[in-house]
């Protein structure tokens, strides 16, 4: 079966699992995900799997991508911060939707295969950085929208929530271990904060500090 026979057979199965929205069918329909998949699982870039990509990271599973993707209701006047980079493939779709995406990866080496790969496919408007993506982005805060796509604990980063703007939303799979897990859906009113449960889900944990580069003891 060809590559284009791939897809459009991985598009109609997403579609019949509850991606419906036209704007996130067609950035997955934009981005091609063998360019974010390493050589060994080609053949697997549109079966709806997750896969490894080094580091013990994996690359998500396209249905969680467009469910989650469509979760965050972005429009194309939105900034984004993403959470966990990995291998970009949730930022480029992201930047299909958005007007701004801001990125976060705490592997040194995912990071900068993710920003060849953006190079490479001219999303220009997706900037990524080496960082503790549980602390936000400070200087670019405040975001429309967030997505985090490592699973932490019962409640999201407190530096995150306080980057959220005035009606945003954020997305992120809450749940204490990796069985009971679950995307959580926060959205910033004029009251305060809403909290959503949407759906099961297992994603690899969310972990603090910059991967190999401990923390500096302040003072030292
Ligand atoms: N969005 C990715 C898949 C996410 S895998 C894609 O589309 O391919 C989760 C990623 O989150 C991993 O690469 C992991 O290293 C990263 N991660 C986990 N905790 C993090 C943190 N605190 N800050 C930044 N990145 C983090």
């Known amino acids: 079966m060809s590559t284009a026979a791939r897809k459009?057979?991985?598009?109609?199965?997403?579609?019949?699992?509850?991606?419906?929205?036209?704007?996130?069918?067609?950035?997955?329909?934009?981005?091609?995900?063998?360019?974010?998949?390493?050589g060994p699982f080609q053949d697997q870039a549109y079966e709806d799997t997750a896969l490894p990509i080094g580091?013990?990271?994996?690359?998500?599973?396209?249905?969680?991508?467009g469910l989650m993707s469509q979760a965050l209701e972005i429009t194309d006047r939105m900034k984004v911060l993403e959470v966990g980079t990995g291998s970009g493939y949730q930022a480029a779709i992201l930047s299909k939707l958005a007007r701004r995406v801001y990125t976060v990866e705490r592997h040194?080496?995912?990071?900068?295969?993710?920003e060849?790969?953006?190079?490479?496919?001219?999303?220009h408007n997706i900037t990524a950085r080496l960082a503790?993506?549980?602390?936000?982005?400070?200087?670019?805060a405040p975001f429309e929208r967030i997505l985090v796509t490592a699973g932490g604990g019962?409640?999201?980063?407190?530096?995150?929530?306080?980057?959220?703007?005035?009606?945003?939303v954020m997305v992120i799979p809450l749940g204490a271990d990796r069985r009971g897990q679950s995307v959580v859906r926060f959205r910033r009113t004029d009251t305060g904060i809403d909290r959503e449960e949407l759906w099961p889900v297992r994603f690899v944990p969310l972990l603090p500090d910059i991967a190999g580069e401990p923390a500096r003891a302040s003072g030292g």
Do not use: C, Y
Request: charged letters at 20%; proline letters at 11%; glycine letters at 8%.
């Open 108 to 114: 040194r080496p995912l990071l900068q295969e993710a």
């Open 132 to 140: 503790d993506g549980m602390k936000g982005w400070p200087e670019a």
């Open 55 to 65: 580091h013990g990271q994996t690359i998500s599973q396209p249905l969680v991508v």
């Open 154 to 168: 019962a409640e999201p980063p407190p530096d995150l929530l306080a980057q959220l703007a005035p009606g945003g």
């Open 8 to 38: 459009i057979r991985l598009l109609m199965l997403l579609r019949r699992n509850g991606v419906t929205d036209v704007h996130v069918l067609r950035a997955l329909e934009l981005i091609p995900r063998e360019a974010f998949v390493p």
């Open 116 to 123: 060849a790969r953006f190079h490479q496919l001219r999303l």
